[in-house]
């Protein structure tokens, strides 16, 4: 146990500190930076990051740095995706220790306006003997590389992360589970008596305008029946959010997710829709880019748009549409090239069919749309 190694009394208090701190929190965002900043404490470091792997456990599909400056962050740009060192501990996951990083055959990667990194301590995080992800530390500030002691505390720490993380798994399930039988009511109403209601109520109002004797009357009932329209569709789209009953695979869930943990950076919650059968037109092979362009879109928002909104509206139809619109600084008259990932998230939308078009919002802002084609081999109900 990495506890043997721990002598000093000062630092075993520190550690049962990070030990409350992490394990008092339930909310997995939260979690996560509350690990990488107890890390970064314990071991002393300048810098420090939590890299959460992918599905395919082959990249990082989050990462969460603590101790950068915000202008050295968004000068850096895009975050790592898991090469050099990094991918090192995804391949391999073990300790890493390391005087000085750039002497060993696998650095390699940093981007430009990157601080200079020197000494290095890298654990895994492992929940039921799984990786989850892995911890990073650079520049030991009071000495010229991290020490035994050091890689004791942070492999204690990441113990306790592994079941701190996974009690915030387990309880957001829960509170996802206590909703179902609410929601399961909430969608049939919807179903059998709202949207039969407003179906009726637009046929009524059809027959009346075929009555109406003066041309704005005709007008003004032609325009309630498209807005019932708009609200059909809107709630059909909410129904199919209720309905949704998966623990894994839900592209709304995920979203969902995503947005929410986006709120610590980007300072305010996103405003979420969905309208129409996403999860059923949604390609098997689409997920993960959409959820990293969306992931990419916000980062972009949080880092350079000074916004104070962000709506996001993900669509099926005959195509699958992902719309990012923020009330922000709007386009900047010329974009650095690869400074906000346009070429990643195009290059994903191209290569399943698609495009993608980022464009300024009248009044200011910018709207960002995703566009790939959907599954026409699926059906729908509804």
Same mark, same amino acid.
């Given at each position: 146990?990495?506890?043997?190694?721990?002598?000093?009394?000062?630092?075993?208090?520190?550690?049962?500190?990070?030990?409350?701190?992490? !394990?008092?929190?339930?909310?997995?965002?939260?979690?996560?930076?509350?690990?990488?900043?107890?890390?970064?404490?314990?071991?002393?470091?300048?810098? /420090? #990051?939590?890299?959460?792997?992918?599905?395919?456990?082959?990249?990082?599909?989050?990462?969460? +740095?603590? =101790?950068?400056?915000? *202008?050295?962050?968004?000068?850096?740009?895009?975050?790592?995706?898991?090469?050099?060192?990094?991918?090192?501990?995804?391949?391999? +996951?073990?300790?890493?220790?390391?005087?000085?990083?750039?002497?060993? +055959? &696998?650095?390699?990667? $940093?981007?430009?306006?990157?601080?200079?990194?020197?000494? $290095?301590?890298?654990?895994?995080?492992?929940?039921?003997?799984? @990786?989850?992800?892995?911890?990073?530390?650079?520049?030991?500030?009071?000495?010229?590389? $991290?020490?035994?002691?050091?890689?004791?505390?942070?492999?204690?720490?990441?113990?306790?992360?592994?079941?701190?993380?996974?009690?915030?798994?387990?309880?957001?399930?829960?509170?996802?589970?206590?909703?179902?039988?609410?929601?399961?009511?909430?969608?049939? *109403?919807?179903?059998?008596?709202?949207?039969?209601?407003? $179906?009726?109520?637009?046929?009524?109002?059809? =027959?009346?305008?075929?009555?109406?004797?003066?041309?704005?009357?005709?007008?003004?009932?032609?325009?309630?029946?498209?807005?019932?329209?708009?609200?059909?569709?809107?709630?059909?789209?909410?129904?199919?959010?209720?309905?949704?009953?998966?623990?894994?695979?839900?592209?709304?869930?995920? @979203?969902?997710?995503?947005?929410?943990?986006?709120? !610590?950076?980007?300072?305010?919650?996103?405003?979420?829709?969905?309208?129409?059968?996403?999860?059923?037109?949604?390609? !098997?092979?689409?997920?993960? *880019?959409?959820? /990293?362009?969306?992931? !990419?879109?916000?980062?972009?928002?949080?880092?350079? #748009?000074? #916004?104070?909104?962000?709506?996001?509206?993900?669509?099926?139809?005959?195509?699958?549409?992902? &719309?990012?619109?923020? *009330?922000?600084?709007?386009?900047?008259?010329?974009?650095?090239? =690869?400074?906000?990932?346009?070429?990643?998230?195009?290059?994903?939308?191209? #290569?399943?069919?698609?495009?993608?078009?980022?464009?300024?919002?009248?009044? =200011?802002?910018?709207?960002?749309?995703?566009?790939? +084609?959907?599954?026409?081999?699926?059906?729908?109900?509804?």
């Amino acid at each position: 146990m990495p506890f043997r190694q721990i002598d000093d009394p000062e630092a075993l208090r520190n550690l049962l500190d990070a030990f409350l701190t992490v !394990e008092s929190e339930l909310d997995l965002a939260v979690v996560l930076r509350r690990i990488t900043e107890s890390a970064r404490s314990l071991a002393g470091a300048r810098y /420090a #990051a939590l890299g959460v792997l992918d599905e395919r456990g082959q990249g990082l599909s989050q990462f969460i +740095p603590v =101790g950068f400056d915000p *202008d050295i962050e968004a000068a850096i740009g895009h975050y790592p995706e898991g090469h050099g060192i990094l991918g090192l501990l995804i391949v391999d +996951p073990k300790l890493l220790r390391l005087a000085d990083l750039h002497q060993h +055959p &696998e650095s390699y990667g $940093f981007p430009p306006n990157h601080p200079p990194m020197t000494s $290095f301590l890298g654990v895994p995080i492992r929940i039921r003997d799984k @990786v989850f992800g892995n911890l990073y530390l650079t520049e030991k500030i009071d000495g010229p590389e $991290f020490t035994e002691t050091d890689q004791a505390l942070v492999s204690a720490l990441a113990v306790a992360a592994g079941i701190a993380i996974d009690n915030a798994r387990l309880h957001g399930r829960v509170q996802e589970l206590v909703l179902l039988e609410d929601r399961d009511r909430i969608a049939r *109403d919807l179903h059998d008596t709202v949207i039969q209601r407003l $179906f009726a109520l637009g046929l009524s109002l059809q =027959g009346t305008a075929r009555l109406a004797q003066r041309p704005e009357v005709t007008e003004r009932i032609d325009e309630a029946v498209d807005e019932l329209d708009s609200v059909i569709r809107q709630i059909r789209g909410t129904i199919f959010a209720l309905e949704d009953r998966a623990t894994t695979g839900s592209v709304r869930r995920d @979203v969902l997710h995503l947005t929410k943990e986006m709120v !610590e950076v980007l300072g305010f919650q996103p405003a979420v829709t969905f309208d129409g059968p996403v999860e059923t037109l949604m390609p !098997e092979n689409a997920t993960a *880019d959409l959820m /990293a362009t969306l992931r !990419e879109a916000l980062t972009n928002v949080a880092r350079h #748009a000074q #916004a104070s909104r962000v709506d996001v509206r993900l669509a099926a139809d005959r195509d699958i549409v992902l &719309e990012v619109v923020d *009330d922000g600084a709007g386009l900047p008259a010329q974009i650095p090239a =690869g400074r906000h990932g346009l070429g990643n998230m195009g290059e994903r939308a191209r #290569a399943l069919g698609g495009d993608l078009v980022l464009e300024a919002e009248d009044g =200011g802002g910018t709207r960002l749309a995703w566009r790939i +084609p959907a599954d026409q081999g699926a059906s729908s109900t509804l």
